[in-house]
């Protein structure tokens, strides 16, 4: 989630690239063996893989390539592999939170550090800037012919959400929990509705808004992070246009 963009950002999957949706797959297949090494490969009773799949399939990733992806990483160790955080400045003082998966810190860390340095960034330390973020469960509802504001509402408020935004998007919030999203999802789903993303995100409390040029290199260092199979996501604060 990257400042005001959400919409846009969830628009713009269906225009990605084969290489960049191939760039995106092999991203959540990351999310998918973090979540199978740390509670196994039963959906039902990990809620953390039910809901790496749910972002999967949002972004149409085959059935056939989740299911090797979980099958692969039941039957072998990857206790080699770890979750890593870093934490740093953007140009212009945004603030950036990176999470990786990583079988190399060095390699990572080494990646990231370069990106920021490249593009005008400084790379901090554990905790720099994480506290300006709320960790929320969010699921966002597609608003088409068939949507309807107030039962929506209704839904959301009988599934005890924190609070909604009805926008060109319907975003619920939730406790930031993979069960409370789970459930959120299935009953929004079986009420007819159209889930369009789902998560367990880190939310600014506050925006910072940057000039075209700053823009552009914050842009750049953010492609070079992503460019990484070892980056899973970039999170900043960055005010962005909904143009």
């Not at 810190?105 to 080494?110: D, F, G, L, Y």
């Not at 925006?207 to 040029?213: E, R």
Request: charge should be negative; include cysteine; charged fraction near 30%.
């Amino acid at each position: 989630m990257s400042g005001h963009s959400k919409w846009n950002n969830i628009k713009g999957r269906k225009e990605k690239s084969d290489a960049e949706r191939s760039k995106i797959f092999t991203k959540i297949g990351r999310e998918i063996m973090v979540a199978v090494k740390e509670g196994g490969p039963n959906i039902d009773s990990n809620s953390k893989l039910k809901m790496a799949i749910a972002k999967a399939r949002q972004y149409n990733m085959p059935n056939d390539r989740i299911n090797n992806i979980i099958k692969k990483n039941s039957e072998v160790d990857n206790s080699n592999f770890v979750e890593q955080t870093y934490e740093g400045y953007g140009v212009g003082g945004v603030a950036v939170v990176v999470k990786c998966f990583t079988d190399n810190k060095n390699r990572t860390s080494s990646d990231v550090r370069y990106a920021f340095d490249k593009f005008g960034g400084s790379l901090g330390s554990s905790g720099c800037v994480s506290y300006m973020f709320d960790t929320k469960g969010i699921v966002v509802v597609e608003k088409n012919d068939k949507f309807d504001s107030d039962s929506a509402m209704e839904l959301a408020i009988n599934l005890n959400a924190i609070d909604c935004d009805d926008d060109e998007v319907f975003t619920i919030y939730t406790d930031a929990s993979a069960n409370s999203v789970n459930e959120v999802v299935s009953a929004f789903e079986n009420a007819g509705y159209t889930i369009l993303s789902s998560g367990v995100e880190m939310v600014p409390q506050n925006y910072v808004k940057l000039n075209p040029s700053q823009v552009e290199t914050f842009n750049k260092m953010v492609d070079k992070l992503n460019e990484s199979d070892d980056v899973i996501d970039v999170i900043h604060n960055l005010e962005e246009s909904d143009e």
